[in-house]
């Protein structure tokens, strides 16, 4: 899996991915504003399909939500949230769809599945939809799924850590000293005896 990126100026950024296999590989980027097309491979045929074509969906949703929530939102607001509640899960389906289609091959799918699985980067939590990618991570090869499984398990750790840490810092800010009282190291009041 190939991921690029470009950007133009501070406004303008790009970024889309795609699978390094035998073929005529071909990328359609029409404009800065949406992931371009990928075509030419079989595997990159599928991945335009299930995933690129799915999130484009999704994006589209969410900027017709931006834009006419401040025109419509009275009228509008149900049925956006539904179009995009709809090319969501359409979005999520075509993940799991392509991941399970090319789990055999780990260096296709493991870097956007470890997204998937990522603890610290889950937004929803929905236990369904992950259940449903460890799914995926088990139909990979054995050695593959115990890399996979043991980062999420360092990063479930993690993300255990830095909620500890942030209550820590939380109660330290709250219980701030008012005064700190420094103690010199030598006291002066002890004499030698000669």
Same mark, same amino acid.
């Given at each position: 899996?190939?991921? %690029?990126?470009?950007?133009?100026?501070?406004?303008?950024?790009?970024?889309?991915?795609?699978?390094?296999?035998?073929?005529?590989?071909?990328?359609?980027?029409?404009?800065?504003?949406?992931?371009?097309?990928?075509?030419?491979?079989?595997?990159?045929?599928?991945?335009?399909?299930?995933?690129?074509?799915?999130?484009?969906?999704?994006?589209?949703?969410?900027?017709?939500?931006?834009?006419?929530?401040?025109?419509?939102?009275?009228?509008?607001?149900?049925?956006?949230?539904?179009?995009?509640?709809?090319?969501? *899960?359409?979005?999520?389906?075509?993940? %799991?769809?392509?991941?399970?289609?090319?789990?055999?091959?780990?260096?296709?799918?493991?870097?956007?599945?470890?997204?998937?699985?990522?603890? *610290?980067?889950?937004?929803?939590? +929905?236990?369904?939809?992950?259940?449903?990618?460890?799914?995926?991570?088990?139909?990979?090869?054995?050695? $593959?799924? +115990? *890399?996979?499984?043991?980062?999420?398990?360092?990063?479930?750790? %993690?993300?255990?850590?830095?909620?500890?840490?942030?209550?820590?810092?939380?109660?330290?800010?709250?219980?701030?000293?008012?005064? *700190?009282?420094?103690?010199?190291?030598?006291?002066?009041?002890?004499?030698?005896? $000669?």
């Amino acid at each position: 899996m190939v991921s %690029l990126s470009c950007s133009k100026g501070r406004q303008f950024r790009y970024n889309t991915s795609f699978v390094i296999e035998p073929g005529d590989i071909q990328l359609r980027i029409v404009d800065w504003g949406s992931e371009g097309n990928v075509s030419g491979a079989p595997i990159n045929n599928d991945y335009n399909a299930y995933i690129i074509e799915c999130k484009k969906q999704v994006d589209k949703m969410l900027y017709l939500m931006r834009t006419k929530q401040e025109e419509e939102a009275m009228k509008s607001d149900a049925r956006l949230n539904a179009l995009f509640r709809d090319a969501y *899960i359409r979005s999520t389906e075509g993940c %799991l769809l392509f991941g399970e289609k090319y789990a055999q091959y780990p260096d296709v799918i493991r870097s956007w599945l470890a997204m998937y699985i990522d603890p *610290i980067n889950q937004t929803a939590g +929905d236990e369904a939809i992950l259940s449903r990618f460890l799914h995926v991570v088990d139909l990979m090869p054995e050695v $593959e799924r +115990d *890399i996979l499984l043991a980062w999420r398990e360092y990063r479930t750790e %993690l993300q255990e850590h830095m909620a500890k840490a942030r209550a820590l810092k939380d109660s330290l800010d709250a219980k701030w000293p008012r005064f *700190i009282e420094v103690v010199p190291n030598h006291s002066l009041s002890t004499t030698e005896n $000669e």
